[in-house]
């Protein structure tokens, strides 16, 4: 193991949440982050708490909770956004406030209305404010990948000189190359005066599919710091991916220099939490944590593989955390082996009455299904917490589809403990169902996804069924599960409903300044 450490910085409940639809409500927060701390990720971005109050409370949940890794909350160069995130953060073991102010000729002058003298004044003032409150300051330049290097050398060299003791280098909009990334990195650690009063850090966007191998080709040139995501979610094509990040990084130590202190086993069981919890699926040939990552399809391979695993396998697929045995719990477990399986899965009840509700609907789903997976104990407990809050509850339906007939849905709901029923017809039996539940609410949203997955194999899996809704320009996805994709399909859309409602009016970090 190399003797310099590399600094994992997760951003999945801050850039990754501001993928369109992939929002998360404090309890899901929460439980990514008891995760990602059981990773040992050294800092946990948790939000932008001045976005919204569910913003500032998932941010303020997040630091009662975590203990053994730093807690962040990130605010724009302005006063308002540092105090807010100075609150939000007040109870944490190890706080950090992440201040940011663009610095590329293009948002200078057409987002700010800024010029670069005034840029550097507010910059420093941020630094200072957020120093008022906590030790812990990073800064970042925004867009830095389109900036120009000398104005860059000077705002950090004044960054560090206000007390940010990390300096980020966001490439914001995924323009860079790796080579030319590293360049700028190395450029920026040589000229600086003081850099080595500070961690240098890297944030790479997706929308060349370059943002590991930029973040790779940054650690090189000696980044010390790395900004990503499980399953590299984030905003338009997403952060780099932690889990590349983490096993080029583990896997190449004959060209890295340092490394990681995460424990790579725990990166499956995030990955399928953030997947389940956003409703964004992981693609099959995503690396490391997609289904067919380490499956060997051709006989060559299975032949080789079978021989001398080392000789088509870089990486081992346990040391990722794909298990082999994977069936978990059935009809005759109780609650003691619910409680700690979901304790093993980092899942913990707040208080005896959601441990209750959980089990009834393990006990339910058991009825229906032999066996009980981890992916079936994650969706479940989702739907407790989503049933917990939920507005928009299906009290029951009743579909019939039929060959030669058109399908037609009833269905009843309770609606804030008003119940109401619609009938409707459809081009099939979700089509009637949507069109049904809308008779009710009345919502006015548009559907743009609408997306089934089976969670475990056999046709007795429960299925995922994501919705996408759009209205007046915000998306939100639902979700819902069950052995029925009907009913899981009324779920998900009314989870979506829920979310609709529930998201008004909030704040994008990167939309302006002042
Ligand atoms: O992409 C970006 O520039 C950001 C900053 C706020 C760090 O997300
Ligand atoms: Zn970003």
Redesign the pocket.
């Known amino acids: 193991m190399s003797s310099h450490s590399l600094i994992i910085f997760d951003?999945t409940l801050?850039?990754g949440e501001?993928s369109p639809g992939a929002s998360m409500t404090r309890d899901e927060k929460v439980r990514i982050a008891k995760v990602l701390e059981r990773m040992r990720v050294d800092v946990i971005e948790a939000g932008f708490p001045i976005a919204s109050p569910d913003d500032f409370e998932a941010v303020r949940a997040v630091a009662v909770t975590v203990e053994d890794s730093r807690v962040c909350g990130?605010a724009r160069a302005l006063e308002k956004d540092i105090e807010r995130a100075g609150e939000a953060l007040k109870e944490a073991v190890a706080p950090r406030i992440?201040t940011?102010i663009?610095t590329s000729p293009i948002h200078m002058q057409r987002k700010l209305r800024m010029q670069p003298e005034q840029v550097i004044e507010q910059a420093v003032k941020a630094v200072k404010w957020a120093r008022n409150r906590v030790d812990d300051v990073e800064f970042?330049?925004?867009?830095?990948g389109r900036s120009d290097p000398d104005f860059l050398c000077r705002i950090i060299e004044a960054a560090i000189d206000a007390g940010a003791s990390t300096i980020?280098i966001?490439?914001?909009?995924g323009y860079n190359l790796p080579e030319q990334f590293g360049h700028l990195i190395a450029t920026l650690i040589e000229r600086v005066t003081n850099a080595d009063k500070a961690v240098f850090s890297v944030?790479?966007?997706n929308d060349l599919g370059l943002a590991v191998a930029n973040s790779l080709s940054a650690v090189r040139q000696g980044a010390r710091q790395v900004?990503c995501t499980i399953n590299g979610l984030?905003?338009r094509a997403g952060?780099a991916a932690l889990e590349e990040v983490v096993m080029a990084v583990r896997t190449r130590q004959d060209v890295f220099d340092c490394d990681t202190r995460i424990d790579t086993t725990q990166i499956v069981p995030a990955s399928r939490l953030v997947s389940t919890i956003t409703g964004f699926p992981v693609q099959p040939n995503k690396a490391i944590v997609g289904a067919n990552a380490f499956a060997h399809e051709s006989g060559i391979h299975q032949d080789g593989v079978l021989k001398s695993r080392e000789t088509y396998e870089i990486m081992r697929a346990e040391d990722v955390g794909w298990s082999a045995n994977r069936i978990v719990l059935g009809k005759h477990s109780g609650r003691n082996a619910f409680r700690t399986r979901l304790k093993e899965l980092g899942i913990e009840f707040d208080s005896e009455e959601e441990l209750n509700a959980a089990f009834a609907r393990f006990k339910e789903l058991a009825d229906k299904k032999h066996e009980i997976f981890d992916e079936d104990l994650q969706a479940l407990v989702s739907e407790t917490e989503a049933a917990n809050r939920e507005r928009h509850a299906l009290v029951s339906m009743r579909v019939c589809s039929e060959t030669g007939e058109t399908p037609l849905a009833r269905v009843t709901l309770s609606i804030d403990g008003a119940e109401r029923q619609a009938e409707a017809t459809g081009g099939g039996p979700v089509d009637a169902t949507f069109r049904a539940i809308e008779a009710i609410v009345e919502s006015g949203a548009r559907l743009k996804l609408y997306s089934v997955n089976a969670i475990t194999s056999g046709t007795d899996a429960q299925g995922e069924v994501t919705v996408r809704l759009e209205k007046a320009g915000r998306i939100v996805n639902g979700q819902g599960a069950d052995t029925d994709i009907v009913i899981a399909s009324a779920r998900a859309y009314l989870n979506a409903l829920d979310k609709l409602m529930l998201e008004a009016g909030r704040a994008h970090?990167?939309f302006s300044h002042v």
């Open positions: 951003t801050r850039d501001q990130l992440h940011f663009a970042s330049a925004e867009d830095a980020n966001p490439d914001t909009v944030h790479c966007h900004e984030g905003e952060n970090p990167q």
